[in-house]
C-alpha cells in the first residue's frame, strides 16, 4: 500500500556491517533532498513483493547532516515475519522503495545537563546519529555498549574513533555485564538516561532507576520488539463497514492501511498509543502485545492497538 | 483554607500534594509559610530511615508568629534550616542542588509564588518541574511580573495591582510563566488610562 506522504527512494547501498547485519543506504528517486532528522528518528519501510504489504520501523543510523541519503541498519531477525528477511535476501543495489518520512519518539532531551546512553546489540543504531549531534552540540554523555563478543555487533570501531573513552563496551562471551545500578549511582542532577535494546535491558535500566530514585521524565527507552505473527483473523470495521482478512505475517495496522482506511499510527511497536481503536464486539480473545494499555484497558476489552496486537475467535468489530 | 480553582490555562501548573518518593536517597524539602504544616504531616508519616534521608529549608513568610519552624526542627535534628526571606532560601537552594545528584528529590510546599521560584531555580539545574513534589498551602496570593517594566512583585492579592516599580494599573491574568515562576501583569484598559477598574480580592 503507498502511502500519499511517501517518499520513493532507491537502494544506492549494501553493506555487510556486522553478522546478519546490514546497512542500507536509501537516496530519493528524484535526487531531491530528504527531510531533516534528529537522532532517534525511525522511518517506515514499505516491504514485501507484494506492494510493500509490510510496513516496518527503522531507526535512522546515519548522519543527520546528510540531506541526500538515509541510512538503516537491519539485523536478520531469526523469528523475523518477513521484514528483515525480505531486506537481507530480496532488496537488490538500484531498487526503488516506499519509505515515510522520519518520526521521532526517542528524541534527546535539549535540557538536559548529562546524557548517558545504553545500546543493546542492534539497539545502537538510534545511538549513531545522537552520538553525532551530542558532540555538535557539546553535550557531556557517554555510552555504553553491550554485545555478544568481539565485532558481532556493528559500529564498535567507528565509535572507538568518535567517542574515545567515552565509549565503554560490555562483551557478554567475557563475561562482562552492565552493573545498571552502579551506573546510574552518583549520576549529576540533570542527568538523563537512554535505553535502546532487549526486554531485558530496558527493563532492567527502569528497575535501576526507580531504585535510585529517579525520576520517569529522565528515563527515555525505545523497545524495538516487531509484532509478533499469528493466526489470520478477520475484522469488520462498523463505520466504514468493510470485512478485512488480517494474514498471519500481517498486522492489523498493516490490514486496515492496505485496504484504504488510513487508520492513525506513529512508532508501530506498540508503545506510543497512536494506533488505538475502539472495540465494539469481540467474540474471542483479544491478544495485546502492547506496552500501552494499562492492565485495566486490556481487560476491559474496549480498545486494541492495532500495530502489534491481534485477535483469535469468531468475530471482531471496530469502531472504525 | 483556600484553594487554587481549576484554570484554563494550560500554563498554569498543578499541585498534586507531597508524598515520599521511593528509592530516593535524599529528599531535599523547601517551604515557605504554611507550607510547613504540609512539611509536618509529611515528616509525621515517615519512618527514621526515611526522615534521615530529608533536608528541610523553611522560610516562615507571613506565617512567622505562628512559630511553625519550632514544630519542625525536633523532627528534623541537624537538617532543618530556616531562612528570613525566600531569596536566602533560593541562595542555599541552589548550593545545595548544584552539589545534588540524581537520587536527590525535590520537594515544594507554600504559597504558589514561592513554589513557581522553587521550580524555576531547579529547572536550571536540568529538573523537570514535573519530578518536583509539590503542595499548596497558604495565601493564595501570587507573584507578578509587570510585562511592561519587567519588575517582579510578590504577594499580590487582588485581580488589579499598581506595579510597585513603574506605577501602571495591572491587570493580573491567569497567564502563569514556568519560567519565572510569576503571573503575567498586563496595563488595564490601554485606551484610557483614567478608566481603571476597581480592584477585587481574588487571592486571598
Ligand atoms: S503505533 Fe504506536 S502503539 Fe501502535
Not at chain 2, 504554611?34 to 522560610?59: C, F, K, M, P, W
Amino acid at each position: 500500500m503507498i502511502h500519499a506522504h511517501d517518499i520513493r527512494v532507491r537502494v544506492t547501498a549494501i553493506e555487510e556491517v556486522a553478522p546478519r547485519t546490514k546497512r542500507f543506504r536509501l537516496q530519493a528517486v528524484d535526487s531531491s533532498h530528504l527531510p531533516q532528522f534528529a537522532g532517534g528518528a525511525h522511518i517506515t519501510v514499505a516491504l514485501g513483493d507484494d506492494d510493500g504489504a509490510l510496513r516496518n520501523p527503522y531507526t535512522l543510523s546515519g548522519s543527520p547532516q546528510d540531506r541526500v541519503g538515509y541510512e538503516i541498519t537491519v539485523l536478520r531477525a531469526a523469528d523475523s515475519r518477513g521484514g528483515s528477511a525480505f531486506l537481507h535476501e530480496q532488496v537488490v543495489l538500484g531498487q526503488e522503495v516506499s519509505i515515510s518520512a522520519p518520526i521521532n519518539l526517542f528524541p534527546i532531551n535539549a535540557l538536559g545537563r548529562r546524557h548517558v546512553l545504553l545500546a543493546g546489540g542492534i539497539g545502537i543504531t538510534p545511538f549513531m546519529p545522537i552520538t553525532e549531534q551530542l558532540i555538535d552540540l557539546s553535550q557531556k554523555f557517554e555510552l555504553h555498549y553491550a554485545m555478544r563478543s568481539d565485532g558481532a555487533a556493528p559500529y564498535e570501531t567507528l565509535l572507538r574513533s568518535r567517542l574515545g573513552h567515552r565509549l565503554h563496551v560490555y562483551r557478554s562471551d567475557l563475561r562482562e555485564r552492565i552493573n545498571l545500578e552502579s551506573l546510574l549511582e552518583g549520576q549529576p542532577l540533570g542527568t538523563h538516561l537512554y535505553v535502546c535494546g532487549p526486554e531485558r535491558l530496558i527493563d532492567g535500566a527502569i528497575n535501576a532507576g526507580k531504585a535510585l530514585g529517579w525520576p520517569g521524565e529522565n528515563i527515555h527507552f525505545e523497545r524495538f520488539a516487531g509484532p509478533p505473527p499469528g493466526d489470520p483473523f478477520e475484522v469488520r470495521l462498523a463505520k466504514s463497514s468493510k470485512a478485512i482478512a488480517v494474514g498471519q505475517h500481517q498486522t492489523l495496522l498493516e490490514a486496515l492501511e492496505r485496504a484504504g482506511v488510513e487508520p492513525p499510527s506513529l512508532c508501530r511497536g506498540g508503545a506510543c498509543g497512536q494506533c488505538e481503536i475502539p472495540v465494539i464486539k469481540a467474540d474471542g480473545e483479544l491478544l495485546h502485545y502492547d506496552h500501552f494499555l494499562s492492565e485495566e484497558a486490556r481487560s476491559s476489552g474496549r480498545s486494541i492497538m492495532t500495530c502489534v496486537s491481534r485477535f483469535k475467535g469468531r468475530e471482531l468489530v471496530l469502531d472504525f | 483554607m483556600p484553594t487554587i480553582p481549576p484554570s484554563l490555562y494550560k500554563s498554569r501548573p498543578v499541585y498534586p500534594g507531597l508524598s515520599w518518593i521511593a528509592g530516593a536517597r535524599r529528599h531535599l524539602i523547601t517551604a515557605d509559610g504554611e507550607g510547613a504544616l504540609a512539611v509536618l504531616e509529611l515528616l509525621n508519616s515517615a519512618d527514621q530511615e526515611t526522615r534521615n534521608r530529608a533536608i528541610l529549608l523553611y522560610t516562615p513568610g507571613g506565617s512567622k508568629q505562628l512559630g511553625h519552624g519550632a514544630k519542625l526542627a525536633p523532627l528534623l535534628p541537624g537538617a532543618c534550616h530556616e531562612f528570613p526571606s525566600i531569596e536566602t532560601l533560593l541562595f542555599r537552594l541552589n548550593v545545595e542542588l548544584t552539589r545534588a545528584n540524581m537520587s536527590t528529590r525535590l520537594y515544594a510546599t507554600g504559597t504558589e509564588g514561592f513554589m513557581g521560584q522553587v521550580i524555576a531555580l531547579a529547572q536550571g539545574h536540568g529538573v523537570n518541574p514535573l519530578s518536583v513534589k509539590t503542595e499548596h498551602r497558604g495565601s493564595l496570593a501570587r507573584r507578578v511580573q509587570c510585562v511592561h517594566c519587567k519588575g517582579f512583585m510578590d504577594g499580590v492579592t487582588t485581580s488589579i495591582v499598581a506595579c510597585s516599580h513603574c506605577g501602571i494599573s495591572l491587570f493580573v491574568r491567569d497567564h502563569y510563566s514556568r519560567r519565572l515562576g510569576a503571573f503575567q501583569g498586563v496595563i488595564v484598559n490601554a485606551e484610557v488610562a483614567e478608566e481603571i477598574p476597581a480592584a477585587e480580592e481574588l487571592y486571598p
